[in-house]
């Protein structure tokens, strides 16, 4: 798609070249802003382009279960397509681990990476979240701002709720090209 393709473009081209220019400046945020802003100015409401509505509140806490309430069944059902999910996101992990790990010149520890995203996976399954994984694009991020501990994480927590709760419809008409790019 024409407009995908050119918004895309810019987003990336923006991403990479605009750092280099002025490092202090918080870039991806520009860049989300301002495509936001041009999608909302020209009222480009196409459901494919855009992000379109976030719901702005926390999901409800319940016990997993299926539509007909029948959680072992459901457990059992889940039990390949759970392990090969854990080995593809440990695999990752390790991926991560070892970057970081060779840049920073610190030891990996990926025995507390398997047990803290086994316990996200397990504590996210009750707000019905997606499994717990490693990122490439948060620790890259992590690494490349100078954070030395796990308090950046909290920082980040702290941003996505306030984002959720206040910011939701702002985002609206965040172009998926753009979110792609980043």
């Not at 020209?42 to 976030?54: K, P, Q, R, S, Y």
């Not at 059992?76 to 070892?98: D, H, N, Q, R, Y």
């Not at 520890?109 to 997606?130: K, M, P, R, T, V």
Request: glycine share 6%; proline share 6%.
């Amino acid at each position: 798609h024409p407009l995908s393709a050119i918004t895309g473009a810019l987003s990336l081209i923006g991403l990479v070249y605009l750092k280099k220019i002025y490092r202090k400046i918080p870039w991806p945020l520009v860049i989300v802003a301002c495509s936001c802003f041009v999608f909302w100015k020209f009222d480009i409401t196409n459901e494919a382009l855009i992000v379109g509505e976030i719901p702005s509140s926390f999901p409800a806490l319940r016990f997993p279960q299926n539509s007909q309430g029948q959680w072992l069944d459901t457990i059992v059902t889940l039990i390949p397509a759970s392990i090969m999910i854990t080995l593809i996101g440990f695999v990752e992990t390790i991926s991560i681990s070892k970057a970081i790990s060779f840049k920073t010149r610190q030891p990996m520890n990926l025995d507390q990476e398997l047990i803290g995203q086994g316990i996200g996976s397990i504590a996210g399954a009750f707000a019905q979240a997606y499994p717990v994984g490693s990122s490439f694009t948060r620790s890259a991020l992590n690494l490349a701002s100078g954070a030395r501990t796990g308090m950046s994480n909290i920082f980040a927590v702290i941003t996505v709720v306030l984002v959720l709760l206040f910011l939701t419809p702002a985002l609206y008409f965040l172009p998926k090209a753009t979110l792609s790019a980043l």
